[in-house]
């Protein structure tokens, strides 16, 4: 089988070939070669040592990005590609790394320490896909398996659990018994990983085509990563509005909401506060008084943990706290969210909210995305009118106020009052009735 590769890892195999060097494409590229998708990047893998590889590549901008474990990036035609020199593992420590690396020049043992048959494969464009692990077949199945003995796999590094995850819900595959099995086993390890290992990894299973799948068979593994969700497995809300217990809408809604990395954290986290507020009124019905809040609250603590960064927990914890807002659907209100939130956290809310009904009870479906929809169409017109929503849009700023004789906390009440006005259409921004309604509001004050 012949795979296309771009011309500058052709030239990197060439140069290392005609070295005397075996040169392969690696890992994911290769996997996604024989799927017929185009990889995100190519890596690749050599029998030459990294000095080695600072001979062939002199001519090339070359740099040492990790030589303890053998890896040095190459610029070729502006294109950056990872070179690793073919290496077997040391024993492993902490269930994380291994303590020392050996370098090899056969390829099938650089193959061997990979984690999954699928990501196992090796190309040389002269003599083809090296697949000592069956990872063609497994792709033809459809199957993530792991390369060896699942219990050992996990315990060197236990990322893979999470990775074994990732890929299924990515590639849409399933995972294979005996490496599912292991996973459930193992799933304690994951507490031996580093937190920005484990975000990275989480974000890619909840952007992944078969993520509604995965997080439903292998919850128990999320729960160990995020225990505060455990608590929303099998919670009856005791309502109409809902079908579904807490975490299996949790899933729908993550399933639901645009595929864009935040909001599928926003998804997953939103309703994490309702356990704790849960109420049961004399009908026997339930309900979540404030749960926006205190689920914003939490999931500012997981966040944190997760070390996603600030700004990240911020639009996250604030869409959160918002997604219960009942909008009427007329402008006056969405421009005061607007102007209280910014438009760009109202637009991701609505998604939120579009989300959260497909997770509901279908009755209230239509009727929720239409009042969803034209609330959308309005916050667009506010973004693209450049609506006055705030005190700043004003024409008119605290000196003129204060030239009108206003004093101290009366001149920001002044501005609240005109604000209020031009929303509700009374006046309109411009600078002399803004004026003239201010000395009403003024003299109205001081009678
Ligand atoms: P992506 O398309 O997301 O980049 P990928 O398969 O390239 O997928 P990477 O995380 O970039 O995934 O890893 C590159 C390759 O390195 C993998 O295909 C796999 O062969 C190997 N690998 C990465 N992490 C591990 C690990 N923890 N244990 C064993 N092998 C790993
Ligand atoms: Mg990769």
């Known amino acids: 089988m012949q795979i296309q590769c771009p011309d500058y890892v052709l030239t990197a195999i060439k140069l290392l070939e005609n070295s005397g060097y075996e040169a392969y494409a690696v890992g994911g590229c ?37 030589i303890k474990h053998g890896t040095v990036t190459v610029m070729i035609d502006t294109h950056s590609i990872e070179i690793t020199t073919m290496r077997i593992d040391g024993n492993y420590k902490d269930n994380r790394r291994p303590e ?32 000592e692990f069956g990872g063609k077949n497994d792709i033809k199945d459809k199957i993530i398996r792991c390369v060896g003995n699942p219990d050992k796999r996990f315990k060197e590094d236990a990322l893979r659990i999470l990775r074994a995850l ?94 864009e990395p935040e909001l599928k954290v926003v998804a997953l986290l939103h309703d994490i506060g309702k356990p704790e507020k849960f109420t049961v009124d004399e009908n026997g019905t339930g309900h979540f008084k404030g749960h926006p809040a205190i689920s914003a609250e939490k999931s500012r603590v997981i966040l944190k943990r997760l070390r996603f960064p600030n700004k990240s927990v911020d ?73 006055c929503i705030s005190i700043a849009d004003l024409k008119v700023n605290g000196r003129d106020i204060s030239s009108l004789g206003a004093k101290g906390k009366e001149i920001g009440n002044a501005l609240s009052f005109l604000l209020d006005c031009v929303i509700d259409g009374k006046i309109c921004n411009e600078r002399e009735e803004l004026l003239n309604k201010a000395k009403e509001f003024i003299s109205d004050k001081n009678f």
């Open 166 to 259: 990732r890929f299924a819900s990515v590639l849409g595959f399933d995972i294979e018994k005996n490496t599912s099995e292991s996973i459930i086993k193992n799933k304690h390890l994951l507490h031996n990983i580093a937190s920005e290992r484990i975000r990275t990894e989480l974000i890619k299973l909840l952007t992944g085509q078969n993520a509604e799948k995965i997080l439903t068979d292998y919850c128990d593994v999320i729960f160990e990563i995020i225990p505060e969700l455990k608590p929303l497995y099998g919670f009856n809300q005791r309502t109409e509005y809902h079908i579904y217990d807490i975490w299996s809408h949790t899933v729908k809604a993550v399933a639901a909401i645009e595929n």
């Open 315 to 387: 639009k996250i914890c604030k869409i959160i706290s918002l997604h219960d807002l009942r909008p009427d659907g007329s402008e006056k209100q969405l421009k005061r969210w607007c102007g209280r939130y910014s438009a760009e956290i109202m637009l991701d809310t609505f998604k939120m909210m579009k989300a959260d009904s497909a997770a509901q009870n279908p009755v209230f479906y239509n009727d929720r995305m239409k009042l969803y929809n034209k609330c959308e169409k309005i916050t667009e017109k506010i973004i693209s009118e450049k609506a």
């Open 100 to 131: 020392s690396v050996e370098f090899t020049d056969r390829i099938a043992e650089d193959l061997s320490r990979r984690d999954f048959t699928v990501n196992a494969m090796a190309y040389n464009p002269e003599r083809g896909i090296t697949d």
């Open 30 to 66: 290769v996997r996604d070669s024989v799927m017929g998708k185009c990889p995100n990047d190519w890596d690749m893998t050599t029998s030459a040592l990294p000095e080695q590889c600072f001979e062939v590549f002199k001519n090339y901008k070359i740099i040492p990005t990790g």
